[in-house]
């Protein structure tokens, strides 16, 4: 993919002003932030106009944010007893249905992440938006911009509850029929909350309560050493390669 | 008169021809579609937030059973991601194995493809003999990973291991031995690369099989050409790619457009379509499977001349050989950490897309710095694909639904993810 000119990231404040924030520029990909109310318009002019042609709707999905940079283990302070142990608290995956812990402070919880494809200027762009409200996040539907943005709403909808204003049919889509929840929530069990089986002696299908037990073997950890700065893995692994050389 | 009313009827989840377990409710006037409803989620296993409660590297066994049908190529797009968010870059030799790799992977796929859509429209030779070839590519998967199917061969920073210098040999059996035993044998007594290279060269006659059976044949003529059009534009809004995008002519592939892997580095031709109809998606997919081979021999020769380390030497990512942790304190730790905890991937955020043999199939990752995924989204092509379905059938007959669904190349392990 082709490098991304400056000339192309001024562009959004030219065409848009402050209605879009670029927000990063990493791996080829440009990133632009827009508010729920100026999405619809905003994506109807990447779309159209020739300066940008996205004509393609590649991915949209919904990220919950929730626990966003937050860990089971503090790795870098310890007490005179030594380190804390490695889990404390409901991590994620870590909890069942009844015990979900008390969902900690995010400014936006839920954003809807698109991906879009200019074919004629052989570019991506990513575009995000937080919805306004966390408890009723809602975001307009893009159906009458991009056709394909059809079932990737209903997706993002049946996983995380993000409301689509304007979308013809939002159904669930991938859960099963009189699911409650919505699974791809941070605050949703990794176990689920109902199994499904069929009972020889009442002859149908019957729902129950899970059995399984949460077992996450792994804690998350996040680790800001130095080593895994991008310079210095590359300096070990020059490191390396000359030893095996000589 | 008597009123004549359209009617609801189930297609699937049990049928042969819905490809897995699509369940497709079709509202039809006689024999014409009105409207289809796919209803999907029966394989729904929740990868993506499995994803989100394990380390990094723990998660690509999960990539291969989501297309099952082209295992390679899935693993491909979540590795990438991996190190793009790292930094890293795997050897160059590592990039060829998995360029060769993904093209075998392509052509098992479209194996499986003409074999299965040929017999959904009535043509069972087809299958029996896309299965043969089938196999030899599962043997390939098998030497070199050790799994015929779910290989996980693919690491951030490199392949597993090195291609082996030998292939497995069929034993004499009560059922195999003298001269058929030897033909079975016959390309495997040398190294992998001797084997796929002969495989490859065999590649063309056996395509060529398979297009005399369907290519000019008047029942597969007639129950494809003309059935299930989309237009450019509409193939656009709907979010198609991969061969489904080029089928209705728009000249598109990852691998040309936006290189990966050593796809700058090896000639090969895109086919694209004229109609748009499932006939010229069958022509696609024949085409590319005749480039695929052209792209693996120019790997083979590659990879032959050019040995070295497939594997990153970076043990902050890759772990350290058994040898190496024996007398190696260092190595014993890195080691321990590795397999306990994994390794942090620094924050940020990144699309990883790749060209597979259904389309384009894409990782989202978002990393917070921590040693598992934050959210892990695919970018399964099928799910776009099936979304249009309704489109595509409208008008048509029910027998032309099978042959549309069969020109999606569904699987449903990307479907539901």
Redesign the interface.
């Known amino acids: 993919?082709k490098a991304i000119p400056e000339a192309v990231t001024e562009q959004f404040s030219v065409i848009f002003g402050n209605r879009v924030t670029v927000a990063?520029v990493?791996?080829g990909?440009v990133?632009i932030e827009v508010a729920p109310e100026n999405w619809l318009e905003v994506c109807r002019v990447l779309r159209g106009n020739s300066e940008f042609a996205f004509?393609?709707?590649?991915?949209l999905?919904g990220?919950?944010y929730l626990g966003?940079?937050q860990?089971e283990w503090e790795t870098s302070d310890a007490t005179s007893e030594g380190f804390s142990r490695a889990v404390e608290g409901l991590g994620?995956?870590r909890f069942a249905w009844g015990q979900r812990p008390m969902p900690g402070h995010v400014e936006h919880r839920y954003a809807v992440?698109l991906?879009l494809l200019s074919?004629a200027h052989?570019r991506?762009l990513?575009v995000r938006c937080f919805a306004a409200d966390d408890d009723m996040p809602m975001v307009p539907s893009l159906v009458d911009v991009?056709?394909?943005a059809?079932?990737?709403e209903r997706?993002a909808f049946d996983l995380f509850g993000i409301i689509f204003e304007g979308h013809p049919d939002l159904r669930?889509?991938?859960?099963?029929y009189g699911f409650t929840g919505h699974?791809?929530r941070k605050d949703f069990p990794?176990i689920g909350n109902v199994a499904v089986r069929y009972d020889t002696e009442k002859k149908r299908v019957i729902y129950e309560p899970v059995e399984i037990e949460p077992r996450?073997?792994?804690?998350?950890?996040?680790?800001?050493?130095a080593?895994?700065?991008?310079d210095d893995?590359?300096r070990?692994?020059q490191i390396?390669?000359d030893e095996?050389a000589g | 008169m008597a009123e004549i009313r359209n009617y609801t009827m189930n297609f699937g989840p049990q049928h042969p021809a819905a490809h897995g377990v699509l369940r497709l409710v079709l509202e039809m006037d006689g024999e014409t579609v009105v409207r289809a409803d796919p209803h999907?989620?029966l394989l729904?296993r929740?990868t993506?937030?499995?994803a989100?409660?394990?380390?990094f590297s723990?998660s690509i066994g999960y990539m291969d059973r989501l297309d099952y049908v082209s295992m390679m190529c899935n693993e491909h797009a979540y590795v990438r991601a991996i190190e793009?968010l790292?930094?890293?870059e795997a050897p160059v030799r590592a990039q060829y194995i998995r360029t060769m790799f993904d093209e075998l992977t392509r052509f098992s796929n479209h194996l499986m493809w003409i074999g299965s859509s040929a017999l959904d429209l009535g043509a069972m030779t087809v299958f029996l003999y896309a299965f043969r070839e089938r196999e030899m590519v599962m043997d390939m998967y098998e030497a070199v990973s050790g799994a015929r199917l779910h290989a996980s061969y693919y690491r951030p920073g490199g392949v597993y291991r090195d291609l082996p210098d030998s292939m497995p040999l069929y034993q004499e059996s009560r059922w195999t031995k003298g001269r058929a035993l030897k033909r079975k044998n016959e390309w495997r007594e040398g190294s992998l690369l001797d084997f796929i290279e002969a495989f490859t060269r065999d590649v063309p006659a056996r395509i060529d099989e398979y297009e005399t059976l369907l290519t000019d044949n008047r029942i597969w003529k007639q129950r494809t050409v003309n059935i299930g059009i989309v237009s450019p534009q509409?193939a656009?809004?709907?979010?198609f790619?991969g061969p489904m995008l080029r089928g209705s002519g728009?000249e598109?592939d990852l691998r040309k457009?936006?290189p990966y892997a050593c796809y700058d580095k090896v000639e090969f031709d895109i086919p694209v379509g004229v109609n748009g109809d499932c006939y010229d998606r069958y022509l696609i997919r024949v085409e590319e499977m005749r480039q695929s081979a052209r792209i693996i021999l120019q790997c083979v020769t590659w990879l032959r001349a050019n040995p070295g380390a497939v594997m990153?030497?970076?043990?902050?990512?890759v772990p350290p050989s058994r040898e190496e942790m024996k007398d190696d304190m260092e190595a014993l730790i890195h080691h321990f950490k590795l397999f306990?905890?994994?390794?942090?991937?620094?924050?940020?955020?990144?699309?990883a897309?790749v060209e597979a043999p259904k389309g384009?199939f894409?990782c989202?990752l978002?990393s917070?710095?921590?040693?598992?995924p934050?959210?892990v989204?695919l970018?399964a092509p099928g799910?776009?694909h099936?979304?249009?379905l309704n489109e595509m059938a409208k008008g048509h007959m029910l027998a032309d639904t099978v042959a549309i669904i069969g020109s999606l190349d569904l699987v449903f392990g990307e479907v539901?993810?």
């Open positions: 993919m990063e990493r791996f990909i990133t004509e393609q709707l590649t991915d999905c990220v919950d966003f940079g860990t994620p995956g992440v991906h074919q052989n991506r990513r991009w056709g394909s059809d079932w990737y997706e669930r889509i991938l859960t099963d699974p791809f990794l996450v073997l792994v804690p998350r950890v996040l680790r800001n050493d080593r895994y700065k991008a893995i590359d070990e692994a390396r390669a095996q | 999907i989620g729904h929740a993506e937030k499995l989100e409660s394990k380390p723990q793009q790292l930094g890293v509409r656009m809004q709907l979010g790619s728009i598109w457009k936006q990153l030497k970076n043990f902050k990512v306990t905890e994994g390794y942090c991937v620094p924050p940020g955020e990144t699309y897309a384009e894409g989202y978002v917070d710095g921590a040693n598992k934050f959210r989204h970018r799910f776009a099936l979304s249009a539901d993810r």
